[in-house]
């Protein structure tokens, strides 16, 4: 069924071409192929998924090129050798150009190297680890939306802050949740905090959280942080309720929730959560605008930080290829991509940095109570605008070897 | 209050229990496997997607009909049961004298087709059921901090397994369950209507697993994928218990969830994997499982 799935999302996604083909010759195949690589119908398939392949083809529809642009699509079910073997197909046989989105780190990190091996783009928006930009940094990669320490440094900072000194880690046992972890610990430990504890639990398949909920009560910590993403989280959340966590005086903190989980836990339960995301659809009249096309293509589901992330990261590719009139050598994208500045509707103006992060505004959101939601998807309040040069990782910390060159 | 490698008894104990609910659900999951197997001797993949439609079909008579939880907890087996004895009827039938893996093979589509259905209609997020307002709250015991939800999961499992085994073994109706299962044709030279009990049989295994989704859907979020994660482990236990063996089932149900409860404390990250581990040592050791009857 996955792989009929794969099959069909392919097959349907072909389908769709744009614009007229006036400079094609220069084009490697005479068409910019974007491949989007996603969890189409796992645990990640509603942050990410089908709507990430939507605003991918919004994306080329509107930066309407003056050369051939086609988007495919595959599922790659949150495992690394399925991604990487997908990737490889694309790559080789099919002649992708970029593959974009990459949600589960451990993919991420598999079709990091695939890129750079065959010197194509990668661009990732839903995976979190910020490996992508430090030891694992290539110079065909790009990490658009958000990454593990920007995650810790906004929610993490200020949960201690405000006085969650003590803290214990729930954690999806991949390359994931370990540098979500690594990042939010020694955040905490910078600001004065101590962990007490970590429990790691298998990814995929765990859905019963109480025992490692029980744990995280037993150790006495104030925060039980929440290393983990998607239905993972959803469950952790629902589960603390059920056993009176939050009620006991201990605090949740989700290190990594996206607008769809709040939607799936309704406010009833979510309210009160902080965290920490990259892009909220109810900020300016374009994102509004976006959100509510998105809508209505998705039976009235709102986009998310990274579905939005893929817009905006097309844009940009499209931006560098048209500029070098070129889509054939990846890292020569990749470095026109770092030379021009950012600038489109949903995240407005940025900068791609040496090492491929793409740096951008973070927002420290506090889910509203439902008597402050006006309807339906009205879920956060800002709390902090954390400014660009704040939001990620300094460019001297993250020991990638292209800044030390 | 004393300590075992480090953890203390309070924790230890909490998490016992914690393995036994999770063991309720695979206990009343392969009982209901092991009572198809036996009758029909088909390994019913769609026992996962039945137990999702569980959950579902308890959200949707409350989103649509307001029917609140105790009633969907009596008519959502029903109706899914329903769908089971249809199933039976147009496919199932006609496949029980070919070899198990054509029954295999089509109920493991008709599980990816049910699933796919319910992911593309609501997604995989999963949505909210509220616990019933009679089972809010908690128990709190010396040791740990028991939601009332839970403590009424484990009973009310731990009651229909007993009474279906003593259905089985005690009643009139399950002698003649056990002689169609025994020798099919004697059965009915005795004047036991075979295909219909077959049929009845199909649809109460059925009926179990959506009693176990309705169960699950104030804990777990009710997501066409929430069969799928559970059903290769509930395998793991039919096979362990013995294939068709009833009371091999549930006990093995339950012991497994405290295995993997123990395993969530010491070793967390094998608790996706011990089980299976259990598994390849006892097929290495009784092929036929620890409570099979045929080597």
Not at chain 1, 212 to 228: D, T
Not at chain 1, 320 to 344: I, Y
Request: charged residues 15%; glycine residues 10%; positive net charge.
């Amino acid at each position: 069924m996955r792989f009929m799935l794969k099959l069909l999302a392919g097959v349907a996604a072909t389908a769709f071409a744009a614009a007229t083909p006036v400079s094609a010759q220069q084009m490697s195949d005479g068409v910019v192929k974007i491949g989007v690589l996603n969890d189409q119908s796992g645990l990640y398939a509603d942050l990410a998924g089908p709507g990430s392949v939507w605003a991918a083809r919004k994306a080329v529809a509107d930066f309407n090129p003056k050369f051939k642009v086609e988007v495919v699509a595959a599922d790659h079910q949150n495992k690394p050798d399925v991604g990487a073997s997908i990737a490889r197909q694309w790559f080789d046989v099919d002649k992708v150009d970029m593959i974009v989105d990459l949600p589960t780190s451990s993919v991420a990190l598999a079709v990091n190297q695939i890129g750079k091996e065959k010197n194509k783009v990668v661009m990732v928006s839903t995976g979190a680890t910020a490996d992508l930009t430090g030891k694992a940094c290539t110079p065909n990669t790009v990490h658009w939306t958000y990454d593990t320490w920007a995650l810790a440094n906004g929610t993490g900072k200020a949960i201690v802050q405000t006085g969650g000194k003590n803290w214990f880690f729930i954690t999806a046992d991949y390359a994931f949740g370990h540098a979500l972890e690594r990042d939010t610990e020694a955040v905490v430990n910078a600001n004065g905090g101590k962990v007490l504890g970590k429990v790691r639990t298998p990814f995929p398949g765990t859905t019963d959280f109480s025992s490692f909920l029980l744990q995280a009560q037993a150790s006495k910590a104030q925060i039980i942080g929440l290393a983990n993403a998607g239905g993972d989280t959803i469950n952790s959340i629902k589960q603390a309720a059920e056993f009176g966590i939050v009620k006991g005086g201990q605090n949740l903190a989700g290190l990594l929730v996206f607008l769809t989980d709040i939607h799936a836990l309704g406010l009833q339960t979510a309210q009160g959560l902080i965290m920490t995301e990259a892009w909220y659809w109810d900020t300016t009249d374009s994102t509004r605008a976006f959100a509510k096309e998105f809508a209505a293509a998705h039976k009235g589901n709102h986009p998310t930080m990274g579905q939005a992330g893929v817009y905006s990261a097309v844009t940009h590719y499209l931006r560098a290829v048209d500029a070098l009139k070129s889509d054939a050598d990846g890292a020569k994208v990749v470095a026109k991509m770092k030379e021009l500045p950012s600038d489109d509707k949903l995240f407005g103006k940025g900068q791609v940095r040496a090492d491929g992060r793409h740096i951008h505004p973070m927002y420290l959101f506090e889910v509203k109570k439902p008597s402050e939601s006006k309807g339906p998807w009205d879920y956060y309040k800002v709390r902090a605008t954390i400014p660009a040069n704040e939001a990620f990782r300094p460019l001297k910390d993250g020991d990638c070897p292209l800044v030390k060159n | 209050m004393f300590t075992i490698l480090g953890i203390s008894s309070q924790a230890l104990f909490g998490q016992l229990l914690i393995g036994l609910i999770n063991g309720a659900f695979y206990a009343m999951l392969s009982l209901g496997l092991a009572l198809i197997f036996g009758l029909l001797n088909i390994i019913n993949f769609t026992h996962g997607a039945q137990y999702m439609m569980g959950a579902f079909a308890a959200w949707l008579m409350l989103s649509y009909a307001g029917v609140g939880y105790w009633w969907a907890l009596l008519l959502a087996p029903i109706v899914v049961g329903i769908t089971g004895i249809v199933i039976e009827r147009l496919f199932l039938r006609q496949l029980y004298k070919l070899d198990h893996l054509y029954g295999l093979l089509l109920t493991f589509g008709m599980a990816l087709m049910l699933e796919g259905v319910f992911r593309q209609l609501y997604g995989v997020s999963g949505l909210p059921y509220q616990i019933p307002q009679e089972l809010t709250g908690a128990y709190n015991l010396w040791f740990m901090f028991l939601p009332k939800y839970r403590a009424w999961v484990v009973a009310i499992s731990l009651l229909v397994c007993i009474a279906v085994w003593l259905l089985i073994e005690k009643t009139k109706l399950g002698s003649y369950l056990r002689a169609a299962t025994e020798n099919p044709s004697l059965a009915r030279a005795f004047g036991i209507n075979v295909p219909l009990m077959i049929t009845l049989t199909y649809g109460f295994g059925v009926a179990l697993a959506a009693f176990a989704g309705v169960l699950a859907a104030p804990i777990y979020q009710v997501s066409p994928i929430m069969g799928s994660n559970l059903i290769i482990i509930v395998f793991a236990v039919v096979v362990i218990g013995g294939m068709g063996s009833i009371l091999g089932s549930i006990i093995t149900g339950f012991a497994l969830g405290l295995v993997e409860g123990l395993t969530k404390v010491f070793y967390p990250e094998a608790s996706s994997t011990v089980i299976f581990i259990i598994m390849a040592i006892v097929l290495l050791i009784k092929p036929a499982g620890l409570f099979g009857r045929r080597a």
